[in-house]
């Protein structure tokens, strides 16, 4: 096996992981996006978004493995580490990848409205900030990317269900 494919199986079986928090977040009604942060191989921190649950708005996937994984190694910088994410991250998590010097991310799907490494803004990769994140796209990205429209569709016909009743509330009021 080449090094390269090697590289790739190890990348989709961290995935697998990731799709499984992600899919763990969202029997919690919070948005289905998992992450998780690897070093030398092994599993150090793993994480579903959490922002209802813990009725936080930084509570976001990549946040939440990031905070863990770095207690767990005690130190703030994971300049060994590999951050896989189901979905392109936003700006604030893209922001603490830089802020952690992550040196790789891994992500699935693409997030045309708020990603922010390839989407937009390009946080990853710009002249302006002090670190430079390597990444690769598109691992199980059917997967991930089915994950989040299933949730979607859910959660619209869901609103519908609701607008349809006297004075039904929407569940997209974000109130934990
Ligand atoms: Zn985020």
Known sequence: ?????????????????????????????????????????????????????????????????????????????????????????????AGALIQARVPLLVYGATDEKAGAVESHFQVCSSDQLNHRVEVIKGVLEPECRELMQKFFQGRRSQIRGQKSEVGGRTSSSGEC
């Open 1 to 93: 096996m080449s090094a390269v494919q090697s590289a790739f199986e190890e990348h989709e079986r961290w995935m697998r992981e990731v799709l499984r928090a992600a899919q763990e977040a969202g029997t919690r009604d919070e948005v289905p996006i998992g992450s998780c942060v690897v070093v030398a191989g092994k599993l150090v921190a793993i994480a579903g978004n959490r922002t209802r649950t813990d009725c936080n708005p930084t509570a976001h996937a990549e946040i939440v493995a990031l905070r863990a994984a770095a207690r767990k190694i005690g130190n703030y910088r994971l300049a060994d580490a590999v951050v896989y994410s189901s979905i392109e991250p936003c700006a604030m998590c």
